[in-house]
């Protein structure tokens, strides 16, 4: 009972801020204001489906995709380092790998503007060398950098604290059977490490593939992104139902691939969404 | 987007966070004490005032309440649609707005305008008569002009060596990648339109889709599309050739002499910010108050010497800087603004422009 009651609080809070709004975007996209009032239509979704629309989405969630890959690529080196040193220096560097995340993340981009652009740090020290000044700025790979940049601790630090929490005598176990460094880390540890990546790539992937703010700065606003879209359907042009259909199919996608991600996760103690 | 400040470059980020802050510390005390009580007897009036970020000289809100004893709570924006749906929705309730033409024309259309009784003005009289009766209030009946300025295109001079006088600069190789685009819609739409000789308030299907394939054959020479960046881009010579508002390029001259500003031969967007009353409005009387004292010609100079805007206030420019008044960026004769137009507001429009806009940025 008492339980219950300190619940209260919590379960108002999601109701008028989660559920109410999710209801009130799904009624927004399969509607569309008439002059004869509110009429229920699929139009909004048919629109979404025309090729210029499925371009956009699919930029986006290509260019997600990659930065997710990378994040990976580059992450989870970085968190067996993480894991793998001891108390002393780990403390050291997750200190520093966390300390850039204490500033804004618009801060961080617009920094990423001054040492990018054609008169920028980069291009001033490359002339030094000689080196005529090179196109960093506002083009995809700058995009991905930003991504890459901006959500590579998402990545970095569920896979952390999955590799910490790993027991030893597990690894010692394989390598008095005789298997090598390759074999032990294909065998146990990345098994191991599954679920850690999953909700890693989760949260890598999710931010990615809605951000609109990295593709308007480091991208010179020239490629819309699904983000982007959403975001001027309701600032711009006032087209709320259309701009609802869009964040509908948005989470549907995040969903199927949470999805997808959480079969990993449901073996790992805490499970997933649909553990 | 069309505001400066002279001496701090990054003062708008510097305006927005100190807003920010403002409105918490604005709605902490309305959540936990609402008890407040407005227009008590004794208490001041409070009048709500909503314009653009930086674009008022502040003292002058001071001398307002030392005059009338009206105490002016001041709050900005950075776009006229956030302005508008923070208005349309009801979240502010505000006496004074400051938007821009054509959405002055929208919330006309759409009933969110007070009238205002000139006869509570008499300093409308300094207001010249070239800026009144314009096609978004064409009796001057919901609106007072504040400030105006061009559209055009600002160039550096050691990067250009030829004459700039047309849109089609922007569509020259010689550029590429060295040209600055407005990231807005309306502004890139319409510039592409009168490149090519049609109205920029066009609404025909034809001339619209030769704007789009105009601006999707122009994308590989943008270097970006951006928005109140473009000052600190050109400031800093990242590029060649920028399409900005007439008073960014005052600002911008201002901080690097290599910089001029050219209003095209074909037309640009000429644009005026005029104020309001709101329907929600709940002082009208001491809101009528305030647009008289912005149009004293005394403090419309304070204003239009402090933003560096063009004001339209006859008496204001008497008293400028001559050095100002006399530089074309700012002041243009009517000669160079022959061609341009007024935007006006078509809510067709608004879905057109936007798939035209993802068509151009989906390629």
Redesign the interface.
């Known amino acids: 009972m008492k339980i219950r009651w300190i619940s209260t609080p919590y379960i108002v809070w999601m109701i008028m801020f989660t559920v109410v709004p999710l209801l009130l975007v799904f009624f927004f996209s399969i509607t569309v204001q008439t002059d004869e009032g509110i009429t229920f239509t699929l139009e909004n979704f048919k629109k979404l489906s025309e090729p ?2 499925l ?2 989405l699919w ?1 986006s969630i290509y260019l997600a995709f990659v930065s997710t890959v990378i994040c990976l690529l580059l992450g989870y080196p970085m968190a067996m380092i993480l894991a793998g040193t001891d108390v002393k220096r780990k403390n050291v560097l997750i200190f520093l790998f966390v300390a850039p995340m204490w500033m804004n993340f618009l801060l961080r981009t617009y920094a990423w ?1 001054t040492l990018l ?3 920028g740090l980069i291009n001033t020290v490359l002339s030094l060398f000689g080196i005529k000044p090179l ?1 960093l ?2 083009n995809n790979l700058a995009v991905l950098l930003g991504m890459v940049y901006n959500f590579l601790p998402f990545m970095v630090l569920p896979i952390y604290s999955v590799l910490s929490k790993v027991d030893k005598s597990v690894i010692e176990a394989a390598q008095d059977l005789g298997a090598n460094n390759f074999k032990v880390f294909t065998k146990v540890t990345f098994p191991l490490s599954l679920p850690g990546v999953a909700s890693g790539i989760t949260m890598v992937f999710m931010p990615a593939v809605t951000t609109f703010v990295v593709p ?1 700065l480091l ?6 992104l699904i983000g ?2 959403i975001e ?2 309701f ?5 709320w139902n259309f701009g609802s259909a869009i964040s509908i199919v948005m989470m549907i996608l995040i969903l199927i691939s949470m999805g997808i991600m959480s079969r990993y996760e449901t073996e790992h103690v805490g499970g997933g969404f649909f553990g | 987007m069309k505001h400066i400040k002279y001496n701090i470059k990054h003062k708008k980020q510097i305006v927005k966070f100190m807003a920010l802050i403002l409105l918490l510390a604005v709605s902490v005390p309305l959540m936990t004490g609402c008890g407040g009580s407005k227009n008590g007897s004794g208490e001041k009036v409070v009048l709500n005032v909503y314009n653009w970020g930086d674009y008022i000289d502040e003292t002058v809100n001071d001398l307002f309440e030392e005059k009338y004893g009206i105490k002016v709570n001041y709050e900005t924006f950075a ?1 006229n ?2 302005m508008y ?1 923070k208005i349309k929705s009801g979240a502010g309730k505000y006496d004074i707005a400051i938007p821009s033409d054509y959405m002055i024309k929208r919330m006309i259309d759409e009933n969110l305008l007070n009238k205002i009784n000139l006869d509570n003005i008499p300093n409308y009289k300094y207001i010249e008569d070239r800026f009144k009766n314009l096609a978004y209030d064409p009796n001057n009946e919901y609106s007072v002009p504040y400030m105006w300025g061009t559209v055009g295109i600002l160039y550096n001079k050691t990067m250009v060596n030829e004459p700039v006088d047309s849109w089609k600069i922007l569509w020259d190789e010689k550029y590429a ?1 060295q040209i600055l685009m407005l ?1 807005s ?1 309306r502004e890139s739409i319409g510039v592409a339109l009168q490149m090519l000789g049609y109205s920029m308030n066009s609404d025909n299907p034809e001339e619209l889709e030769a704007a789009q394939n105009a601006l999707i054959e122009q ?1 590989h020479l ?5 928005g109140d ?1 473009i000052k600190d ?1 050109m400031i ?3 590029a060649a050739l920028a399409v900005v508002w007439s008073g960014d390029a005052i600002y911008c001259k201002r901080e690097n002499p290599n910089l001029d500003y050219a209003i095209p031969k074909e037309g640009s967007n000429l644009w005026f910010d005029a104020i309001v009353i709101p329907k929600t409005a709940e002082h009208q009387a001491e809101a009528e108050k305030y647009i008289d004292f912005l149009c004293d010609p005394e403090i419309a100079f304070k204003n239009a010497d402090y933003i560096g805007y063009s004001s339209p206030n006859s008496g204001a420019k008497e008293m400028l800087d001559p050095s100002l008044l006399s530089d074309k960026t700012a002041y243009p004769d009517d000669e160079d603004i022959k061609n341009c137009e007024i935007f006006q507001y078509n809510e067709k429009l ?2 057109i422009y ?2 035209i ?3 151009i ?2 390629e």
Do not use: H, M, P
Not at chain 1, 235 to 239: A, E, H, I, W
Not at chain 2, 222 to 226: E, I
């Open positions: 210029i629309y371009k956009v930029r503007l652009e054609k008169n196109n700025l506002y308007r991208g010179g606003a020239q490629f819309t982007n879209l001027r359907q600032v711009l042009v006032g087209d | 776009t649609e956030d749906t990648k990231d819609q994308k943008v270097l970006a599309y951006v960046e881009k800093g010579e990242e608004i879905k936007d798939e806009w993802t068509r940025t989906a």
